[in-house]
């Protein structure tokens, strides 16, 4: 787990604040982000975790302005450098997609255009920049050195069905970074990987963050990744963030029960032989009817009546530390 100064408050880059999300579905309005509310910290990597729908993808998505056409923000704001990136027109996102904010998506297959060489890719990325193609190229050249592609020179001319998974996603992180954004969204980068490359491309990101400086919000599923990766985490349930704190205070103190129980059922923390891995019983809430109190209440060992009527606010842990639970009533709400 990455070393952290628990205490100083680093400045924030992307400040979401009550970003509530609504998907236009043939049953009605899908309540996918319910109020959340999230900092993401200069120059730190966040993670973003929780069960698949959950919510990860969606709030990732809105960061970007790449929601599908169902989706509609329905409250709140995403507030960079004076901008609410929850209002932007489609031209106020083309200027701002590929400079100050980039992805990584999942699946380097499909986010590489499978008949475009990757050297043609890299060039065309850097359409904004008005050098000339030969400075372009040795940029790219540069930048899939930087990201450890052995002769990359040559690598500019392959396509990408020519290059193993491990060697696309670099290429998607490469071309990610060569307009060096303030805010880098890696979204579930290495689902797509075997073990021996996840761990490599998260030493690859956490050593390019360190160089180039940028905030990344990285989505994932797999905790160890997490632990290993990311400086602060934000535990995401049902359209809601339930907890948020730096990855120390979380991995060592996790307050909230559906944390707790994500934890028990990580593979990578089972130390007893087992023919069945744990897992959470019962299911994700239906976000169509989101229930009135606390949307982990059917499925948490801790449930008492008041969790069925009141909603939990985020209440303060410890500093930098909240959980939406209850249980931590006799300390601060902080929202
Ligand atoms: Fe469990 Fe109640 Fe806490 Fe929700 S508020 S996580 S139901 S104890």
């Given at each position: 787990m990455p070393e952290t100064n628990e205490t100083a408050q680093p400045e924030t880059l992307v400040s979401v604040r009550d970003l509530s999300l609504d998907f236009d579905t043939l049953s009605g309005p899908l309540h996918a982000l319910r109020n959340v509310t999230l900092a993401l910290p200069k120059g730190r990597i966040t993670g973003l975790?929780?069960?698949?729908?959950?919510?990860?993808?969606t709030?990732?998505?809105?960061?970007?302005?790449?929601?599908?056409?169902?989706?509609?923000?329905?409250?709140?704001?995403?507030?960079?450098?004076?901008?609410?990136?929850?209002?932007?027109?489609?031209?106020?996102?083309?200027?701002?997609?590929?400079?100050?904010i980039a992805m990584i998506f999942q699946d380097p297959m499909t986010s590489l255009n499978p008949v475009t060489t990757v050297g043609q890719q890299m060039l065309d990325i850097q359409y904004r920049d008005r050098s000339s193609r030969a400075e372009k190229r040795a940029k790219a050249v540069e930048f899939l050195e930087q990201v450890q592609i052995p002769d990359p020179e040559s690598k500019l001319d392959v396509y990408p069905h020519?290059?193993?998974?491990?060697?696309?996603?670099?290429?998607?992180?490469?071309?990610?970074?060569?307009?060096?954004?303030?805010?880098?969204?890696?979204?579930?980068?290495?689902?797509?990987?075997?073990?021996?490359?996840?761990?490599?491309?998260?030493?690859?990101?956490?050593?390019?963050?360190?160089?180039?400086?940028?905030s990344v919000l990285f989505v994932s599923h797999h905790l160890g990744t997490v632990a290993e990766l990311c400086d602060d985490v934000a535990v995401m349930y049902a359209g809601e963030v339930v907890e948020r704190g730096t990855a120390r205070q979380i991995f060592?103190?996790?307050?909230?029960?559906?944390?707790?129980?994500?934890?028990?059922c990580d593979p990578g923390r089972i130390r007893e032989a087992t023919r069945e891995l744990p897992t959470i019983p019962g299911t994700l809430p239906d976000l169509r009817r989101p229930p009135r109190g606390c949307a982990f209440r059917a499925r948490c060992p801790h449930a008492w009546p008041r969790c069925a009527d009141e909603h939990p606010p985020l209440y303060l842990r410890d500093e930098g530390h909240d959980a939406?639970?209850?249980?931590?009533?006799e300390t601060e709400a902080v929202a």
């Open positions: 975790v929780g069960e698949s729908g959950c919510g990860k993808s709030l990732a998505y809105s960061l970007i302005g790449l929601l599908p056409g169902n989706a509609s923000i329905v409250g709140g704001e995403i507030a960079m450098d004076g901008l609410d990136l929850a209002h932007l027109r489609a031209s106020e996102w083309r200027k701002l997609r590929g400079t100050r020519q290059l193993s998974g491990g060697m696309r996603q670099r290429v998607c992180i490469a071309m990610a970074l060569l307009t060096q954004p303030d805010l880098l969204i890696a979204d579930e980068p290495t689902t797509a990987l075997d073990a021996t490359l996840e761990m490599q491309i998260v030493d690859l990101l956490k050593e390019l963050q360190g160089k180039f400086g940028c060592h103190d996790p307050a909230h029960p559906y944390t707790q129980a994500l934890f028990e939406r639970c209850h249980l931590l009533d």
